[in-house]
Nanobody, 126 residues
Framework: QVRLAEYGGGSVEVGGSRTLSCGAP????????MGWFRQAPGKERERVAH????????YYADSVKGRFTISQDDKKKTLFLEMTALKPEDTAVYFC???????????????????WGQGIQVTVSS
């Protein structure tokens, strides 16, 4: 069992920045990939970004490309999401997720992930 916990949410002004982090305290195994997803009221959960643990390759949703950066500190098993130039449409509950390795395949959809955090609210307002 892997417990994931997100940190860093809150309210931020339009155009501002915020960094989310996600930890897996006590987990010593390997991950194949980790991702950030978000869900706004009345909408489906959508992928924001994901990263492959071994090589650091990162992929982004078009809506956040150039504004958000996903990164990882593999030693500390911590995942980050640096968000800049925030827009009202970025308002959502943000979830981190982990897919345990070794395995293969893509990591672009929620069903690929084994464990999820409880989510953290990010609200962007003017």
């Amino acid at each position: 069992q892997v417990r994931l916990a997100e940190y860093g949410g809150g309210s931020v002004e339009v155009g501002g920045s915020r960094t989310l982090s996600c930890g897996a305290p006590g987990y010593t195994g390997s991950t194949y990939c980790m991702g950030w997803f978000r869900q706004a009221p009345g909408k489906e959960r959508e992928r924001v970004a994901h990263i492959y643990t071994n090589n650091g390759d990162a992929y982004y949703a078009d809506s956040v490309k150039g504004r958000f950066t996903i990164s990882q500190d593999d030693k500390k098993k911590t995942l980050f999401l640096e968000m800049t130039a925030l827009k009202p449409e970025d308002t959502a509950v943000y979830f981190c997720a982990a897919r345990i390795g070794p395995t293969s395949g893509t990591c672009g959809t929620p069903e690929m992930y084994d464990y999820w955090g409880q989510g953290i609210q990010v609200t962007v307002s003017s």
